[in-house]
């Protein structure tokens, strides 16, 4: 157990549906992330959202819509995704410092998305 | 941005010291180097994060030179439960107000150890 909760662990969906990704983190940090992880490919930066507030968008296509409610909760809205975007979605969480120095991440468990 | 490179695989035998290093020639003045080990089917565990000289932890040490253009993560005595792919991260100095300076993962070294 990291602290880093996603929910949920497996998700099948079709092209045309809308689901989202949840994850949750119990050790009071101040900045969120989303990473794409495909297979045989490495770990990609999505978002970053740091005091509630997106500071990273790294060319992600817009069918890819983040949320961050509070400082613990953050979702990925899916919307006619392809089936390209078939991978392992990881949520991570640190603290910033006030310097702005980048702590460990502690990294949730993902959710296996399969686009049909 | 930083990009890493690493070794694709390495074996090694139980008991044995393993060295993984990892290439970043552009890596800018704010960045950390950040090592995380990673098994199938679960997230990325942090292993130790430095940015200069030598940093040693419980579980490892991190050797940087001081051009800091590569850095070695070493493992003492493998066990076959260090059998999982290691990943080099360069960079992360968030900011509060400006954009995020990419936190780039490089493409991971799978150590295998065997018995």
């Known amino acids: 157990e990291t602290g880093v909760t996603q929910t949920p662990r497996h998700l099948v969906m079709g092209m045309t549906n809308k689901k989202s990704l949840k994850c949750e983190q119990h050790l009071g940090h101040n900045a969120m992330y989303w990473y794409k992880q495909s297979a045989k490919k490495p770990l990609e930066l999505m978002f970053v959202?740091?005091?509630?507030?997106?500071?990273e968008n790294n060319s992600v296509p817009s069918r890819f819509s983040p949320e961050c409610p509070n400082s613990s909760h953050l979702f990925l809205h899916l919307h006619t995704l392809q089936p390209e975007d078939s991978a392992l979605y990881l949520c991570?969480?640190?603290?910033?410092?006030?310097?702005?120095?980048?702590?460990?991440?502690?990294f949730g468990p993902g959710t296996r998305l399969t686009v049909l | 941005l930083a990009k890493t490179t690493q070794p694709i695989s390495m074996d090694s035998y139980e008991g044995q010291e393993v060295n993984i290093t990892c290439s970043h020639n552009n890596i800018a003045t704010n960045d950390y180097i950040t090592w995380y080990q990673q098994f199938p089917s679960q997230g990325p565990r942090f292993i130790i994060q430095g940015y200069k000289t030598k940093v040693t932890n419980e579980v490892a040490s991190l050797f940087i030179p001081a051009d800091r253009k590569s850095s070695t993560l070493s493992l003492p005595r493998v066990s076959l439960s260090d059998t999982a792919v290691y990943y080099c991260l360069v960079g992360g100095r968030l900011t509060r107000s400006g954009s995020a300076r990419q936190l780039t993962f490089g493409s991971g070294t799978q150590l295998t150890v065997l018995p």
């Open positions: 991570a969480s640190s603290q910033v410092t006030a310097g702005g120095a980048h702590n460990e991440q502690f």
């Open positions: 959202y740091n005091f509630k507030e997106q500071t």
